[in-house]
């Protein structure tokens, strides 16, 4: 499924109309249809109830005034108030609030005391909230009519639904400049937007709906949309059944280079995560004073001892070459977790990867070798798969996770570009974005996975992808496996999942994938 910036959506419903012949007052009337069946959904039935409908003067007041119109033939008790002049309606919505009027359906204004009043006691014995205040286009600071009627709706603590996005969500940003709806539910027309998978817009949002209000598919999967969700239907497409005939080496030799004195636990995690992701054999380079413990612990790794300049890091001309070595015998190399930060590792790190003419992935530790000079990426043999944390890729922009957050999507875009890397930038929506400007949002994973060494596991996890389908695809069915793991374990541990838990879910997640792809 595809997902939309709010230009986007704005073009499809105007494309509609003049390559379709679908009016915008039809596909209001759909909107408004689908709302009020989604409305009925969140109650558990709308007859006998009381609705508040908050319309403001765009087409997401028309939406609301729409609904309004099939709830009162639902049987629901309607309260309208409209933030707006009725003078000041766009055409569409003006239309359809001559429809309400006609019923003889309650509209009230907000303007003077005793209109709040009113309105406060409504929210008051109200059995839900139809939000139709503000829609996708909203940009900057609210006015203050439309702030203080969302403290109002948010404060009343009832059921809410929002029409395509809460009122006070930036469509394209998820960002929240003032206030906004609390959402129970959001029934997004046409398309998921950005604003509901990004922070702080997503914990706004609710259980999210998408309802295409019957606009022509060839719209709504147009490639000019770069923006698409990772879900299990499309991952299944990535990752091909094994045949019978496959052997070990078919399946991915992986080197993981990772790991340093006190930093054990992230090449354990990354080395036996590509293990559990389907690769065959993996081999896991580390400090030769560290080696030994490793050894000890991990019977499926061939954990291979790298000579030190001092103890318990990497770097140094020998270990160089040791490495490279290593990796002429590898199908994939992955570098960094808990590789540590000493300027001499740093060193090392650019160089390998300067040299290894192998799909790399580049996690933690190698992400920061590059933050003082981002441009080397730029000039490496491959392509390389970074998975930077918001604070990791803020670090190699040069920029603060605020203003990454503030622009994430774009910002990321343009460094993928530029740089000439896959970027899976790891949040609350983990982004995988690619050099060409195609960028994916995952639709798995879960607050528990706010853990010490998630990374990488997922780090781990893409590289033991990499062999089994084509090595540019494996960050989306990388992501997606990691995120699906995350759930199962939630179910069972909650917040008190630790990064263990994921890397032993893989297995799970990778079955239920399988029967899937069995079954499709």
């Known amino acids: 499924m595809k997902i939309a910036i709010s230009d986007e959506m704005r073009n499809i419903d105007r494309l509609a109309a003049e390559e379709y012949g679908l009016p915008e007052l039809l596909l209001m009337e759909s909107a408004g249809h689908r709302t009020a069946q989604a409305m009925e959904h969140l109650l558990g039935m709308t007859a006998g109830k009381t609705i508040c409908v908050l319309a403001g003067s765009g087409n997401n007041g028309g939406d609301a005034f729409a609904a309004a119109r099939y709830l009162s033939n639902m049987g629901a008790k309607i309260k309208i108030f409209l933030t707006c002049e009725p003078a000041h309606l766009k055409t569409a919505a003006a239309r359809m609030k001559k429809i309400t009027d006609k019923m003889g359906l309650e509209v009230h204004a907000l303007e003077e005391d005793r209109d709040w009043n009113r309105l406060h006691l409504a929210l008051k014995f109200t059995d839900a909230v139809l939000d139709g205040i503000l829609g996708t286009g909203i940009k900057g600071e609210l006015k203050k009519k439309v702030l203080r009627l969302i403290e109002e709706v948010n404060e009343a603590g009832r059921k809410v639904l929002s029409i395509d996005i809460p009122s006070g969500v930036d469509a394209d940003t998820g960002r929240i400049s003032t206030v906004a709806v609390m959402a129970d539910m959001t029934l997004t027309l046409g398309l998921p937007k950005v604003g509901h998978l990004l922070s702080p817009g997503a914990d706004m949002t609710g259980q999210l709906i998408v309802d295409d ?161 981002p441009d080397e990426l730029s000039k490496l043999p491959q392509v390389p798969v970074l998975t930077p944390h918001l604070g990791e890729m803020a670090g190699i922009l040069g920029v603060s996770v605020p203003e990454l957050r503030e622009s994430l999507l774009p910002i990321v875009r343009e460094a993928a570009a530029e740089y000439q890397c896959i970027f899976v930038v790891k949040s609350e929506c983990t982004l995988v974005a690619y050099p060409d400007g195609m960028t994916f949002f995952s639709s798995v994973g879960n607050p528990g996975m706010a853990t010490a060494g998630s990374g990488d596991v997922l780090a781990g996890t893409i590289a033991g992808l990499m062999n089994q389908t084509e090595s540019g695809l494996a960050p989306l069915a990388g992501v997606y496996l990691h995120g699906r793991a995350g759930d199962i374990a939630y179910n069972e541990k909650g917040e008190s999942l630790l990064a263990g838990d994921i890397r032993g879910n893989l297995a799970a997640a990778l079955k239920e994938l399988r029967q899937k792809q069995m079954n499709a």
């Open 213 to 373: 209000i019957g606009i022509p598919q060839p719209l709504l999967q147009s490639d000019k949309i770069q923006q698409t969700l990772l879900d299990d239907k499309l991952v299944r497409t990535l990752l091909p059944m094994r045949s019978k005939s496959v052997h070990k080496g078919d399946c991915g030799r992986i080197l993981v280079v990772a790991g340093s004195l006190g930093m054990t636990g992230a090449a354990a995690l990354a080395a036996t995560a590509a293990l559990r992701a389907g690769a065959g054999v993996v081999t896991l380079a580390v400090p030769a004073s560290v080696q030994p413990v490793l050894a000890s612990q991990l019977l499926e790794v061939m954990v291979q001892p790298v000579e030190e300049s001092r103890e318990g890091i990497l770097s140094g001309e020998k270990a160089l070459s040791c490495l490279l070595r290593l990796a002429q015998h590898c199908d994939v190399v992955l570098i960094g977790p808990g590789l540590g930060r000493a300027m001499e590792t740093q060193e090392l790190i650019r160089m390998f990867a300067a040299k290894v003419n192998k799909p790399l992935i580049m996690d933690a530790d190698a992400i920061f070798a590059f933050n003082s000079q």
